[in-house]
């Protein structure tokens, strides 16, 4: 089993910054790539970015390239995604995922991921 734990969720104004902390424990060598996931009110799922934990490879959605991004501490078992420049149409809940098995999903795909966090609120005013 793997678990996560996201921190740093919270209320800033527009063009400030935050940075989430997704802090994995349990199996955490049996899993192979992180991702950042967010929920808006009424909305669905939207992919934010990945982290692969073999070759560090990562990608962003194209509403945060630029803005955000992904990094590890693999001493600490957590990985991180860094807000910048952050406007209202972020605000949402930010979910860290785990793959830890082999599918036919691709990592921008909420079902590539089998263990979630509880999610961490991220609003930012006008």
């Known amino acids: 089993q793997v678990q996560l734990e996201e921190f740093g969720g919270g209320l800033v104004q527009a063009g400030g910054s935050l940075t989430l902390s997704c802090v994995v424990s349990g199996r955490t060598f049996s899993t192979y790539a992180i991702g950042w996931f967010r929920q808006a009110p009424g909305k669905d799922f939207e992919f934010v970015a990945y982290?692969?934990?073999?070759?560090?490879?990562?990608d962003y959605a194209d509403s945060v390239k630029g803005r955000f991004t992904i990094s590890r501490d693999n001493a600490e078992n957590t990985v991180y995604l860094h807000l910048n420049d952050l406007k209202p149409e972020d605000t949402a809940i930010y979910y860290c995922a785990a793959g830890s098995e082999e599918n036919s999903y691709s990592n921008y795909e909420t079902s590539r991921y089998n263990y979630w966090g509880q999610g961490t609120q991220v609003t930012v005013s006008s």
């Open positions: 982290l692969m934990r073999g070759d560090g490879s990562t």
